[in-house]
C-alpha cells in the first residue's frame, strides 16, 4: 500500500512538471488593434477631435481596463488635410464589438464628449475616420511600451504597411517575420509597439507594424544596421517577392497619448 502511493504521488508530481513545462512554451494569445485614423479639414475639427480624445474618449477606454492607447499625429503636415491616429489593443476581439455599447452606457463620455457626439450636420468634427484591424503575429503577440527617453514631440514613430499582390504572400512576409525578422528587431533595439496582420481594411492583403525612436536622426542609425543584418534573410528562396508596396507613415505621440 505504502509503495502503490508513492508511485501515485511521483506519477501526479512527474504530471505536474510536464504540464508546467508544457505551460510555459505554450503559444499565448494574439492581442487585436483596431488604427482609427481621422481624416480632417482644418485646425478647428482637429482641435475638437483633440479634446474628444483627450476628455472623453481616452477616460473611457481606461475605465473598460484599456491601457497603452496611442494617439498620434503626421510629421509631415498633409496640405490637402490633417489626420490623428489613434492605436487601440484589445486582449479579445470580443472587447473591440463590446466597445460601442460599452461607450453608450458611460454618462460620463456622454457628457465630456458632448460637443463632438452631437455636433450639427453642418459642423461635422471631422471629414471621415477610417478604422484597421489587426491580429498580432505570434511572434509578438503582446503590445509593447516603447522605452524611449526623449521628449514626445521630438519622436518618431514609424507606421509601415507592407502590401502583397496575394494572400499566400502576405502570409510568407509573416512567416518571415515570425521566423527571422522580428529577431533582428529585437537585436537592435528598434523598441517595436506591434506586428500586426490586416484583417479588416481597405488595403488588403496587407501587414502593419510600427517601430519608435527617440528622434530623426536615432531612427536613421536605426535602419543603417538592420540594413546588413537584413542583407542576409532577403535573399532565401522561400522569401521572394512577397512585397509589392510599402506604406511608411513617420508619426509623433500627443500629449495625452498612452504610448
Do not use: C
Not at 499565448?28 to 474628444?52: C, W
Not at 494617439?71 to 491616429?85: G, N, R, T
Not at 456622454?110 to 453642418?122: E, K, P
Amino acid at each position: 500500500m505504502t509503495i502503490f502511493k508513492f508511485s501515485l504521488i511521483k506519477l501526479i508530481f512527474s504530471a505536474a512538471i510536464v504540464f508546467m513545462y508544457n505551460s510555459s512554451f505554450a503559444a499565448k494569445p494574439a492581442y487585436y488593434y483596431q488604427i482609427k485614423i481621422y481624416h480632417l479639414k482644418d485646425a478647428a475639427q482637429e482641435k475638437t477631435v483633440d479634446h474628444y480624445l483627450e476628455n472623453a474618449y481616452l477616460p473611457a477606454l481606461h475605465r473598460q481596463g484599456i491601457s497603452g492607447i496611442g494617439v498620434f499625429k503626421p510629421i509631415q503636415k498633409d496640405s490637402a488635410e490633417l489626420m490623428i491616429y489613434v492605436l487601440i489593443p484589445f486582449r479579445k476581439i470580443e472587447n473591440y464589438l463590446k466597445i460601442e455599447q460599452a461607450l453608450q452606457k458611460d454618462q460620463t463620455y456622454l457628457s465630456a464628449g458632448n460637443d463632438y457626439l452631437n455636433a450639427a450636420f453642418n459642423q461635422a468634427p471631422f471629414l471621415r475616420i477610417e478604422s484597421i484591424i489587426l491580429k498580432t503575429f505570434e511572434g509578438m503577440p503582446s503590445p509593447a511600451v516603447p522605452k524611449l527617453t526623449s521628449p514626445k514631440a521630438e519622436r518618431v514613430y514609424e507606421l509601415r504597411s507592407y502590401e502583397a499582390s496575394t494572400e499566400k504572400l502576405s502570409l510568407n512576409k509573416i512567416a518571415m517575420f515570425n521566423e527571422l525578422e522580428i529577431s533582428i528587431f529585437n537585436k537592435l533595439n528598434f523598441n517595436a509597439v506591434f506586428y500586426g496582420q490586416v484583417i479588416s481594411g481597405s488595403k488588403m492583403p496587407n501587414l502593419m507594424y510600427m517601430t519608435t525612436f527617440n528622434n530623426k536622426a536615432d531612427r536613421d542609425n536605426h535602419w543603417t544596421a538592420f540594413g546588413p543584418e537584413y542583407k542576409k534573410i532577403s535573399g532565401l528562396p522561400q522569401y521572394q517577392n512577397n512585397v509589392s508596396k510599402n506604406v511608411t507613415t513617420f508619426l509623433y505621440p500627443t500629449d495625452y497619448s498612452d504610448i
